[in-house]
């Protein structure tokens, strides 16, 4: 299948500092990207929905200002926790599909822990 | 999207089938079902999808009721990798459509 690489794959952060996420889908374009935040024994939680070329689309509850999201190419999209707290803690994952109507693909999970 | 509703834990012996209900009772006539699954620590991994018949691939096999409201992942030898978190989605093939996560079923495969 197609593959959707994150990187990194694990950060740990100061309180009060930024850190990027990349996702990139490596073998084939994406002009819609998903992120997700997954909590411990939680579920995935849709955050986002990154649009080539214009603004994302965010979920209810989810701060926009804190949570920046940049999908510049048709396969990379990133997102930048701003100002990061140690509740921001948690598992952050990308997803993106080839075409609108088939199967989505998610990258490997960035662990960020903010201390 | 319709809702899912799946057992949140099973246990499996190593070798044997796997069976997995997922129960979509509110699905509509365009909403596929997808299965994923997460082992720990993972992204989410694609199985398969289906929407009226039956589908096989090398992983697993859907089994769709007639009347769509339930369906069965099986797993026709499962190994202890198939440990994970499995979960079942049912969304239309929309463009911009996501996939939304319920708490999906942990199987536990044992020895």
């Known amino acids: 299948g197609a593959v959707v690489s994150q990187h990194p794959s694990r950060v740990i952060c100061k309180s009060g500092t930024s850190v990027k996420i990349e996702c990139r889908s490596l073998?084939?374009?994406?002009?819609?990207m998903f992120w997700y935040r997954q909590f411990p024994k939680q579920s995935l939680m849709l955050m986002a929905t990154?649009?080539?070329?214009?603004?994302?689309?965010?979920e209810q509850g989810v701060e926009k200002d804190k949570f920046l999201i940049n999908h510049a190419s048709l396969t990379l999209s990133t997102l930048t926790v701003t100002s990061a707290h140690p509740e921001d803690s948690s598992f952050y994952i990308c997803?993106?599909?080839?075409?609108?109507?088939?199967?989505?693909?998610f990258g490997q999970g960035t662990r960020l822990t903010v201390v | 999207d319709a809702k899912t509703t799946q057992p949140p834990s099973m246990d499996c012996a190593e070798g044997r089938a796997a069976n997995l209900p997922c129960n979509h009772s509110?699905?509509?006539?365009?909403?596929?079902v997808y299965w994923y699954r997460q082992i720990h620590s993972q992204g989410p991994q694609y199985i398969i999808h289906?929407?009226?018949n039956n589908e096989t691939n090398e992983m697993a096999s859907l089994i769709i009721t007639e009347d769509r409201k339930s369906s069965t992942l099986i797993l026709p030898h499962a190994t202890l990798r198939d440990t994970a978190v499995y979960y079942c989605?049912?969304?239309?093939?929309?463009?911009?459509?996501?996939?939304?996560f319920g708490g999906g079923t942990r199987l536990m495969v044992k020895p």
């Open positions: 997803s993106a599909r080839v075409n609108w109507n088939t199967e989505a693909f």
């Open positions: 989605i049912v969304r239309r093939n929309n463009a911009g459509n996501m996939l939304t």
């Open positions: 073998d084939f374009q994406a002009t819609t």
């Open positions: 289906g929407l009226k």
């Open positions: 990154s649009n080539e070329g214009s603004k994302a689309t965010y």
């Open positions: 509110t699905i509509s006539g365009n909403e596929y």
